[in-house]
């Protein structure tokens, strides 16, 4: 094994969560390493996001420390603006990640008080060991993608993808389409389907909020003023004002507040861009859980079946921090989500630390990677 000269502190991931911490560690001087396993930072922006995607809150709302997106930009930011944001950090910062080092192991070591963090080049498949006082954990919640399983799913002859590999409705013009998963991605995606012609499908599970972008961004601001239980109650009125009964389309409204809900169990409220309108106009056609595929016919909980030509799963994703990080029983749980509750949910033992790993967006990457700074600094 080679190994590497020790760092102060070694940040795994180079995602939004990795370049925030990135660039407080280096406003405060303090020496580190940045391990990303991609070829690039912000990959799954880079690489793996649709095209139609803009963020859904106010530009305020997600800015990264120390740097304001352009005041030429949008309310409400798009991909490719993002992405020129996210390359003029990198550069002001300096910000230099090693590229294709993917950890596969994290231990303290008693003895002398420091992580070994154990990396492999994804290239070369060398084993790489750094050795730091300090380990910020920056994965994101995005890690990795996730498909469940579905019996029958092998046989199905049409294509099938997660939402990671959908870029635009182009190629399913007059296509069946099913999409699977009720959360922003898939609600925008069956309305990109369906904006490009496709018959869209889309399965919702479980109860959700439907929220304009004004309705969302008017609750964060309120969230300064009054309690979440007010601004909850203030926002499925609105909702309801708004959107009317969607039950007798197939989206059922939770009893739990959608910020409650955020807060509680990292569900986000569904930001609504044009879908709800498709699914009342039967452009969009809701359908319960999906139960089995046999051939090119999906059969739902309940007792009904279609064909599709085309499945899109927008399942979200799962974390693999419990895989390569041992002996962590404080910081994160087994999802690899933040278990200590605000406002201290970044710190953990032994000089561990998290970054964007609390369900709290952009907003939350950015007050935690200064906190996570600030507190090495104090020791150093």
């Known amino acids: ?95 230099e990640p090693a590229y294709g080092r993917s950890v596969e192991s994290a231990v303290y070591d008693e003895g002398d008080g420091r992580w070994r963090v154990g990396a492999r080049d994804v290239g070369s498949g060398e084993a790489v060991e750094y050795r730091c006082r300090f ?63 496709a018959r869209t499908s889309i399965v919702v599970r479980s109860p959700v909020h439907v929220l304009s972008r004004g309705i969302a961004n008017l609750g964060l601001a309120l969230l300064k003023y009054f309690s979440l239980g007010t601004v909850d109650s203030l926002l499925v009125l609105l909702s309801k004002l708004v959107y009317g009964d969607m039950s ?14 955020k807060t509680k169990y990292g569900k986000y409220p569904f930001i609504d861009l044009g879908t709800c309108q498709k699914i009342k106009s039967g452009e969009i056609q809701v359908l319960p859980a999906l139960k089995r595929i046999e051939g090119d016919v999906a059969e739902f909980e309940d ?45 953990g033992e032994k000089g561990l630390y998290c970054v964007g790993l609390s369900r709290s967006g952009f907003y939350g990457i950015a007050s935690d990677a200064q906190n996570v700074a600030d507190d090495i600094k104090s020791q150093l």
């Not at 106010?58 to 944001?85: A, G, I, N, S, T």
């Not at 409705?169 to 699977?180: A, P, Q």
């Open 248 to 261: 007798k389309y197939g989206l059922r409204r939770p009893s739990e507040g959608p910020f409650f809900m």
């Open 1 to 95: 094994m080679e190994q590497e000269a020790a760092a102060a502190v070694v940040v795994v991931g180079a995602g939004p969560s990795g370049l925030a911490a990135s660039a407080c560690l280096k406003t405060l001087s303090i020496p580190h390493v940045v391990l990303e396993r991609e070829d690039c930072f912000a990959s799954l922006w880079k690489k793996y996001a649709y095209d139609r995607l803009h963020l859904h809150l106010r530009k305020r709302f997600c800015e990264l420390p120390h740097m304001h997106f352009p005041p030429d930009y949008p309310e409400y930011v798009p991909k490719d603006q993002l992405l020129r944001y996210f390359d003029d950090y990198v550069v002001r910062f300096g910000i």
């Open 135 to 197: 380990l910020v954990v920056a994965t994101g919640e995005s890690s990795d993608a996730f498909i469940p399983e579905v019996e029958g799913i092998e046989g199905f002859g049409g294509k099938v993808i997660h939402s990671t590999r959908y870029k635009n409705g182009k190629e399913f013009e007059n296509s069946r389409v099913l999409v699977v998963g009720s959360g922003n991605s898939g609600m925008e995606i069956a309305l990109d389907l369906a904006n490009h012609g």
């Open 303 to 347: 007792g009904k079946s279609h064909p599709f030509d085309a499945i899109v799963f927008c399942t979200g994703f799962k974390r693999s921090t419990y895989k390569w990080l041992k002996g962590d029983d404080y910081l994160l749980n087994e999802d690899g989500i933040a278990k200590p509750s605000f406002p201290n949910h970044w710190k």
